[in-house]
């Protein structure tokens, strides 16, 4: 795994909002408002790696690359720099989801592409996350990668459920809570620390209430994290209680294909950057 800084500079023509993305649509910067002639200049990191998909194999990293949307010039200089990586494990709530029409709330996004925004030049991040993934395609396909590049000192991040639930052979506290453990146990033995993820909720009610359909993969998750003393970042509870607390405006969070229907599983760029941010706070 290869990792480098992005000293990175953006100028404004005249007055605009600003977002900056390296390689598959990860933030960098979202929403920063410059007035003209007005210059923003922060640093930022990038891993490039060995990574396998099952399905999206356009999304191996094979060089860094910057862009930023608002009328203003960018400078991103990219230098090679050893740094400690992050690195995401997950299904289509986590992965970078490239989709780049309409607005931030009409497009999808994994919570995994929003971290560089969060954690700046401190961690590289690597997602490994891929669409339609449940805990043993992890295993036979993206954790394998993984192992061969992790060092001591990275954080391996991993949360499934969502496609592990469709799967009778991943039941929550047998095939799936097994394959929980055993990418626990292949990333500790290479020195690095695994991060078990609970799921984030899905925003479905039913008989007027929220669904508790991933509750028994929350307890799992949690359940295994307290018996292997890793540390655990709580999505479900997290989630559940904002889409609790914010009522029908929760809907804002989730991705809103133009001309379709609410998703109610997957975040769009605003829950994305909520859920990062939650994540990335727990860890640091």
Known sequence: MKTFKIDLTVRARQDTTVCAYADH?????NGLELKAGETYGGVFAAAVGEADFQKQP?????????????????????????LPVIYCLGDSTVCDQSYDGGGPLS??????????????????????????SHTGDCLSCHLPPVLRQIRPGDIVLAQFGHNDQKQSWLRPFEGY??????????????????????????????????????DEYAAAVRELAAELGLRLVDLHSFTTELFLEMGDSAQELFYHPPGGPLDRTHPNDLGGMVIGKYVAEKLF
């Not at 649509?25 to 910067?29: A, D, E, N, Q, Y």
């Not at 990293?61 to 010039?73: L, P, Q, T, W």
């Not at 055993?182 to 009610?205: D, H, M, Q, S």
Request: hydrophobic share 35%; charged share 30%; glycine share 10%.
């Open 25 to 29: 649509r990860r933030f960098l910067i």
């Open 58 to 82: 356009c999304y191996r990293d094979e060089g860094v690359n910057v862009r930023a949307d608002g009328d203003c010039e960018l400078e991103a200089r990219v230098r090679e720099a050893r």
């Open 107 to 132: 497009r999808c996004c994994g919570w995994g592409q929003t971290l560089p925004m969060y954690l700046k030049d401190r961690f590289a991040v690597s997602n490994h996350a891929e669409q339609g």
């Open 177 to 214: 809570s097994g394959n929980l453990r055993k990418i626990a146990e292949l990333v500790g033995e290479r020195g690095a620390e695994c991060v078990f993820c609970t799921p984030i909720n899905r925003l479905i009610y039913v008989d007027g209430r929220l669904n508790n359909y991933l």
